[in-house]
């Protein structure tokens, strides 16, 4: 099982709405996931076993895994590059 970390502001309502499409994307792939949801402050603290972050906001941290912005699954402009690019990822 992969730790996918989805980070935003507040970690309730951009974080909510990516974590939903993650979590959906991983299913239809056959691909087992641990969504953690929290703030970007949290990252660092939540960064054991992971193997992706999604943030729904700007970080200019690198945190020493694989991280790709998640703003288009707010914005909705863009979204199947940034599902490939997550899916990448999480089939390796």
């Known amino acids: ?3 996918v970390i989805v980070a ?3 970690a309730v309502a951009t974080s ?3 974590a939903n499409a993650i979590e959906e994307l991983a299913k239809k ?3 087992d996931i641990n969504i953690c949801q929290c703030r970007i402050s949290e990252i660092q603290s939540n960064l054991d076993g992971a193997a992706l972050i999604v943030p729904t906001s700007r ?3 690198d945190y020493g895994v694989p991280l790709i912005p998640g ?3 707010i914005s909705g402009v863009g979204t199947d590059q940034l599902e490939e690019k997550i899916l990448d990822v999480l089939r390796k």
């Open 8 to 10: 935003c502001g507040g």
């Open 29 to 31: 792939n056959d691909i």
């Open 59 to 61: 970080v200019k941290r």
């Open 71 to 73: 703003t288009a699954f």
């Open 1 to 3: 099982m992969k730790k």
């Open 16 to 18: 909510t709405v990516a």
